[in-house]
């Protein structure tokens, strides 16, 4: 094994002092170095979801990560950056072995029938992905066993005798100290748990391999301090430190292949099967080509990840293993992790045996990709738990129905003035309140750049919302009707209108215009979580493809648009935000 490993490999461009090769993998990559022309490229923003256990279906938990991972690669595409989305499927373990055992499947028939619900899933809420990772994959393998070699080699592995509490739904081993005995309410049966998940754990005396964890916490801890931000909501930061400076266990990072068959072998013993974690984990390198990197283009591909977006039960795995891992390696760190919270049902936690969950595919069905996109950003927490509910899906859509798309149906569709003029004219409503709503305007992307960076998806949004509001109340109380009852339908003054007539089209486009370019702007920033109505509003607005990035949110910044390029009569074409089919 180890030896095809190595021929393989050397094909690798790599220079020889390369922290991402063995020192194998570098003397035969030393041999090809020259064949690179070296050029360097700009790194992409990187960002991934966790790869997903194909031993269930999805659930709206699996979209609200797809969803806010998706929002967080728009935007820095929105501001003209390449931007790479990584997702995929997690194939290997116990979890997956059982779950096919108990179909009655080959276990790889089992993963080619199920990891297909989690593409599909992605596709059916507009989700951009670039790379679509299965662990099964060829390329994962020779990843992984490649990133062992370089543990191994330097003398992070080592075998030993373990024994302990292991759950097979959370892939991990308990202490002692974190299991206890529980009375299963459904079953009746006593049974040992996680105190943390409540899952449960049976004991477990093997031999097997470990990863020297205990030998990296001080360099932990470092990396912790310099990097303030690396884990979000502090909190989470908080606890992370916290369970580290506690002190930290050698890890088990391999099973005895007669428990575990189902996974990647250890390239040199395979009686043993590398710990599914460690296997994951990877999957974020394996995309980012890792370890065939070229000299001078070693970030081409993303690495390090700008961004890991996952669920706050896996922040252990995330956020001290990983990062052992890698500093083991003295590979760069991805830069932040984005923990999130979860979604309850009535207020109790989704459980697939009690029959408290939400399918996602019948929500997207329902109600779109958008509207769950918004609604999920809009009301899904980072901090605290949300409950979901199809009461409150409705609730918020008619408010984007009331605020956004009646302010883009009086401004089209308004009789007396005439959009494209306004725009042409490129004259702002000079009243203080006009002035005010400018100043508005120009914050907003600032406030919105704010809370992007701050990965707060929902608080960017609500700003572009609440100018929304704040356009509204403008528009209502400059009441530009009233002016232009002294214009026809196409906004020129009537024959017999008063002398000043010419003034108050003047301040009719000017109104207009305020209200118009409001609406551009927030359709341009919007486009990040509800990309197929903004494009519709933009293309009522006649705003240019070319003309709809980050940089062009701003006052004054295009004076081209104005004429609809599509039907803006009576019918669901001409509106933003059409009825929903159900209020039920």
């Keep these: 094994m180890r030896s095809q490993l190595l021929n393989t490999t050397s094909y690798v461009f790599k220079c020889i002092n390369s922290p991402w090769q063995c020192r194998s993998t570098r003397i035969a990559a030393h041999l090809y170095r020259n064949l690179s022309n070296g050029c360097p490229t700009e790194k992409p923003y990187y960002v991934t979801t966790p790869i997903f256990y194909v031993n269930a279906d999805p659930h709206v938990g699996h979209l609200y990560t797809i969803v806010l991972t998706d929002v967080l690669k728009r935007f820095h595409a ?22 096919a055992e108990k179909a009655k499947q080959d276990v790889r028939a089992f993963c080619n029938e199920n990891f297909s619900a989690f593409n599909r899933l992605a596709t059916l809420a507009n989700v951009q992905y670039d790379h679509f ?18 543990l191994k080699e330097r ?28 009375l299963d309410p459904a079953t009746g049966r006593k049974l040992m748990a996680s105190q943390e998940t409540g899952k ?27 990097n303030p931000q690396f884990v979000e909501p502090s909190s989470r930061m908080q606890d992370v430190v916290s369970q ?65 977006v996952i669920g706050k039960d896996i922040v252990r795995f995330h956020c001290i293993y990983w990062p052992a891992f890698l500093l083991a390696l003295d590979l760069p760190l991805p830069k932040q992790i984005l923990t999130h919270a979860h979604w309850t049902l009535g207020h109790e936690k989704m459980s697939k045996s009690t029959g408290n969950v939400v399918n996602p595919f019948y929500a997207l069905e329902r109600f779109g990709s958008d509207t769950m996109r918004y609604y999920l950003v809009h009301s899904g927490g980072i901090q605290d738990d949300s ?129 118009a370019e409001s609406i551009r702007i927030c359709g341009i920033l919007l486009q990040t979580v509800m ?20 940089k062009d949110a701003v006052v004054g910044a295009d004076r081209e648009y104005g004429v609809p390029m599509v039907d803006i009569g009576k019918g669901r074409e001409g509106v933003v935000f059409p009825p929903l089919d159900s209020d039920l």
């Design 133 to 150: 990772i299965r662990t099964s994959e060829p390329d994962h393998r020779f990843a992984v066993q490649h990133f062992w070699l370089m």
């Design 244 to 308: 580290v400076t506690s002190g930290l266990s050698d890890l088990s990072i391999s099973r005895p292949v007669e428990r575990l068959s189902w996974g990647i072998p250890v390239p040199d013993d395979t009686s043993q099967t590398i710990y599914v974690w460690l296997d994951a984990l990877i999957n974020y390198l394996t995309k980012a080509n890792y370890p065939f990197q070229v000299p001078g283009q070693e970030h081409a591909a993303g690495w390090p990840a700008d961004v890991h």
């Design 78 to 99: 929105l501001k003209g950056r390449k931007a790479i989305l990584c997702t995929g499927t997690d194939e290997h373990g116990m979890k997956i072995q059982r779950a």
């Design 200 to 226: 449960e754990v049976e004991w477990t005396s093997e031999t097997n391999y470990h990863f020297r964890m205990s030998t990296l916490r001080d360099r932990l801890l470092e990396f912790y301090a310099d």
């Design 155 to 182: 003398g992070y592995i080592y075998e030993s005798k373990h024994e302990g509490w292991y759950s097979v739904s959370d892939e991990t081993f308990y202490p002692p100290s974190a299991v206890h005995l529980i």
């Design 387 to 515: 409950d979901y509910d199809n009461q409150y899906i409705i609730e918020r859509y008619k408010l984007l129905q009331g605020n956004l798309g009646n302010l883009v149906t009086r401004v089209v569709r308004g009789k007396g003035w005439n959009v494209r003029r306004a725009v042409a004219s490129g004259q702002t409503d000079d009243s203080a309140e006009g002035k005010a709503h400018v100043e508005a305007l120009k914050r907003l992307l600032t406030s919105v750049d704010h809370w992007m960076a701050k990965l707060h998806p929902g608080a960017a949004m609500k700003q572009v919302l609440a100018v929304v509001q704040q356009t509204n109340q403008y528009m209502q109380k400059a009441s530009p009707w009233d002016l232009s009852a002294r214009t026809d339908e196409h906004g020129v003054p009537k024959a017999t209108t008063h002398l000043r007539v010419h003034q108050h089209v003047e301040k009719v486009d000017s109104i207009i215009y305020l209200c």
């Design 531 to 550: 990309p197929q109505r903004m494009k519709h509003l933009l293309n009522l607005m006649g705003v240019d493809e070319g003309r709809r990035m980050f």
